[in-house]
Structures are given as C-alpha cells and as structure tokens.
C-alpha cells in the first residue's frame, strides 16, 4: 500500500466494531495500534476506524484513494465495506500473501500439544474434527499435522529491508529471540533495546533449536514469517536470519562489532548444552538487561487467549466459510454474464 503512494494512513478498528461484524479479535485493540504504529511503512494510525469506509473518513484525512487485499469484506449484513470507495473510482487492490492469516496461526496454536496435563481442563476438548477447518503445523508430539510452507522470494526479503549500514561510531546494540506471533511487547522490548544506541541488530532464531529448546509446536511461525515481522518494526535496522542461540565471537564481530548485547530482566532458557546463551557477552562486560515492557502480553499468553475463547473463533471460522461461498457466487454471476 505504501508502495502506491507517498503517505500511509492506516485506520484500525475498534474491539467493538470488529466483534459486531466479524467476531472476537485476538489482540485488543491497544496492543492493535501500537502494532501498526511500530510498522516502518506507516505514517499515521487512525484509532477506532469504522469498518465501512466512507468518503468523508478519507477525505478528512486527504487520502487520495484507499488500498485493500484482493479479497471481500463485508459488513455484519453483507454489504461490501469498500462500495462507496469503489463508486468514487478510488479503491485499489494488492494481493492477499497466501498462507499467511489470522485464521491460519489460530490454527497452529489450537495444535498446540505441549503441557496438556497442565491444561486438561481448557483443551482436552480439542480434537481433529474440531480443528478440520483450520491449517496445522507438525511436531514430534502432533506427527499427523503439517507446516506452514511460506517462503519469501529474495525480492521481499529486499522490500523489507532497507540495507542501512552503522556509521562511523554509531554504537551497535545486538538483541536476539524467537520473536514468535510478533506482538507488541516484542516491539517495545526493541524500542528499549534501540535507545541504548544508535544501530539495532536482530538475531532470530531458527526453527530447529527453537523447538529443541522450547519443544511442543514451537516456534508457532516459521523462520522467514518471523524475520519478516521483526525487518517490518520501524526500530530494527538489521536482521540475522537464524542466529545462533548462543551469542559466540561469531556474532559479536562478524556481521558488525556489537558494543551492547541486551536481554530481558527474565530468565533465559540454557542453551542445549546447559550453559548460558550470554556467557561469552556477560564476560566481555557488554551484557545489559532491559526491564521486560509487559509481564500480560507474551507469546505463551496469546495462546492462552485462543484456547480460552476456542468456540468464539470457530464460530468466525464458520462466518469466514460463508464469505469464501459468497465469492465463489459472485465469481460464477460474473462469469455468466460475461458469458452473455
């Protein structure tokens, strides 16, 4: 969208308006605008947006026109959100990236299968009929599951990144993670990590030692849907693509000399061999802890929100059906009376 023009203005909707017309949403809608506003191709976010877009939103914004995915949106009584736009000869379209939704990583989390017996009494009930409708991701405990198999082109890897260099003096500071279901508490933990310097170095780990070390269907998000997320944060200027877990001589000089290797006030889980993924840093006297921004919003905690509210996103699966089979009719109606 930002590609089409010069300024992004981006309207988020309110929890309300989403329930009305959708159903529950995940993350509320705080942690929704922050989301946005951290997203380096964005200008301006217009909190609780109405879901029908009209003339005079746009207008009193002075945008030019309003850009959307290639698939339908509608209202709680089916009309399209973006008719009016569409009318006016101002609405424009980009392609949907298959495989990624909210729908398909509410479907990862549900098949979740670490700590059942912890969890006995919120998803024993979860079963494969229930979840039919939804994409899975594999694990040793869940062999009959499958991956997500997207896969960035170098050409988007490109468009993520923005190849910026540190100056001359500029202070590297090096932060690592998994960044799973990239949140906002991910985003103002490298917020804080950027104040400590002038230059942000990202290592995200990759699949296989995530789920080693955290087991169960982690990471939720493959590698490149995660390095992805973390280049699109307006505070990140650079990204190792599967950095090591632990932070080794490699990492503070290869890419760049790191000056400053940040962590959460939370302990770290040890490394396969035991030992502390920060010894070498902590050594060196470069090591340096960030007050965690949120103890509410974590990756484990988004999960837990999905698997509490299971039955209200399996009724917005069942709506989401119902809009799949009204393109499909639209598409026949058009093809008939182009057939005419």
Known sequence: AKAMGDYLVVGVHSDAEIEKHKGPTVMKEEERYAAVAACKWVDHVVPNAPYFTSLEVMDSYSCDFCVHGDDITTLCDGTDCYQAVKDAGRYRECKRTIGISTTELVGRMLLMTRDHHKRKSSIA??????????????????????????????????????????????????????????????????????????????????????????????????????????????????????????????????????????????????????????????????????????????????????????????????????KSQLEEKLEEEKLKTNLI
């Open 125 to 322: 009930s979860i079963n494969n009929e229930d979840l039919s409708t939804f994409s899975s991701s594999p694990s040793k405990q869940s062999p009959e599951t499958k991956i997500s198999h997207f896969l960035p082109t170098s050409r988007r890897i490109v468009q993520f990144s923005e190849g910026k260099e540190p100056n001359p003096g500029d202070k590297v500071v090096y932060v690592d993670g998994t960044f799973d279901l990239f949140h906002v508490g991910h985003i103002e933990f490298l917020k804080r990590a950027k104040a400590l310097g002038d230059y942000l170095l990202v290592g995200v780990h990759e699949d296989q030692i995530v789920n080693a070390i955290k087991g169960s269907n982690y990471p939720l998000m493959n590698l490149h849907e995660r390095v992805l997320s973390v280049l699109a944060c307006r505070y990140v200027d650079e990204v190792i693509i599967g950095a090591p877990y632990s932070v080794d001589n490699n990492v503070l000089s290869q890419v760049y000399k790191v000056d400053i290797v940040a962590h959460g006030n939370t302990p770290s889980l040890p490394d396969l061999n035991d030992k502390d993924p920060y010894e070498i840093p902590k050594q060196k006297g470069i090591y340096v802890e960030i007050e965690n921004p949120s103890a509410e919003l974590t990756t484990a905690g988004i999960v837990d929100r999905i698997i509490k509210h299971r039955i209200r996103y399996e009724e917005r699966q069942a709506r989401k059906n119902e």
